[in-house]
Every structure is written in structure tokens, then in C-alpha cells.
């Protein structure tokens, strides 16, 4: 399993609308994609313009080809790309330790 870690920054003011646009986008666009296992989504308490995407994967191929490359990575952005007020940091990790 790869965990998909993004850390989102968005416009100051948009947390409502930006909490439903991202719970509609995981809904919608990703929950479809092969090889999507589930997802976390932390606001931050200190930055609250500040979240913590956590996207689980069969492999990384099944987010960076087979989702990224589909028309459902353009459908996921444009439901959650305006809300950004910078492109969000991506990056992906193996399963080291896991808890009992």
C-alpha cells in the first residue's frame, strides 16, 4: 500500500466551501480511480487555511498513471484547483510500521 501525502494551502476564508468541494472531489473523482483504497483529510488547528490530504493506493502507478493521467485527476482539479493558493506539495511513502 503507498499513502499519497498533500499538504493543501488555500485562499483565507474559503474553509466551508473548500470542505465540501474536497469531500465532493474524493467522492466523485477518486473513489472511482483502480487501485484507491481510501482517504483521511486534516484541517490544520494552528493554519486553518492549512490540510493534510491522505490518499491510500494499491501501487504508486495507480495514483501518478492511472489516476493522474485520467480524466478524472482534470475533474478532481477543477472541483478542488480553485480553492489553491499554491500548488499543493505531493508526495508519496511506503508502509514502514504499522500499529497492532
Known amino acids: ?3 499519497e501525502h498533500a499538504d493543501i494551502r488555500i485562499h483565507p476564508g474559503q474553509n466551508d466551501a473548500f470542505e465540501e468541494a ?3 472531489g474524493l467522492n ?3 473513489h472511482k480511480a483502480k487501485g484507491f483504497q481510501g482517504y483521511k483529510v486534516n484541517r490544520g488547528i494552528e493554519n486553518k487555511e492549512r ?3 491522505q490518499v491510500f493506493w494499491d ?3 495507480d495514483h501518478t498513471v492511472g489516476f493522474r493521467q485520467s480524466p478524472a485527476f482534470a475533474e478532481w482539479r477543477a472541483i478542488v484547483g480553485p480553492f489553491f493558493a499554491s500548488p499543493p506539495v505531493v508526495e508519496h511513502f511506503d508502509l ?3 500499529s497492532a
Open 1 to 3: 500500500m503507498i499513502l
Open 22 to 24: 474536497i469531500a465532493r
Open 28 to 30: 466523485d473523482a477518486i
Open 51 to 53: 490540510y493534510v490530504l
Open 59 to 61: 501501487t504508486l502507478e
Open 96 to 98: 514502514v510500521v504499522k
